[in-house]
């Protein structure tokens, strides 16, 4: 079992930057290398759309095209956090949002992730 807690949300006016983090408590045994992460977004009213992705070993990323540039994802494995940085942000990326976790191959798919935090709440001002 993997546990996620998400941390970093808040309100900030467009065009500013926050940093979301993503805490993996994991079972004895394994390690968070084990595991590819994304991170996720749902707006209300909305379906749950993927953010970006990060392999276990940190060197492949996938991104949503709408935050290409803007938006950073990385790890610690050391620290078993998933960071991600989002800058420049707009209204649009006002979203609850959620880390995500899989054994599989690095994905874009949420049916692929068996492991989600509880989400944590962004809001851009504009």
């Known amino acids: 079992q993997v546990q996620l807690v998400e941390s970093g949300g808040g309100l900030v006016q467009a065009g500013g930057s926050l940093r979301l983090s993503c805490a993996a408590s994991?079972?004895?045994?394994?390690?968070?290398?084990?595991?590819?992460m994304a991170w996720f977004r749902q707006a209300p009213g909305k379906e749950r759309d993927f953010v970006a992705a990060?392999?276990?070993?940190?060197?492949?990323?996938y991104y949503e095209d709408s935050v290409k540039g803007r938006f950073t994802i990385s790890r610690d494995n050391a620290k078993n956090t998933v960071y991600l940085q989002m800058n420049s942000l707009k209204s649009e990326d006002s979203a609850v949002y959620y880390c995500?976790?899989?054994?599989?191959?690095?994905?874009?798919?949420?049916?692929?992730?068996?492991?989600w935090g509880q989400g944590t709440q962004v809001t851009v001002s504009s």
């Open positions: 995500a976790a899989t054994a599989l191959w690095l994905t874009t798919e949420e049916g692929n992730y068996n492991y």
């Open positions: 990060i392999s276990w070993s940190g060197d492949r990323t």
């Open positions: 994991l079972v004895s045994g394994r390690t968070s290398r084990s595991y590819s």
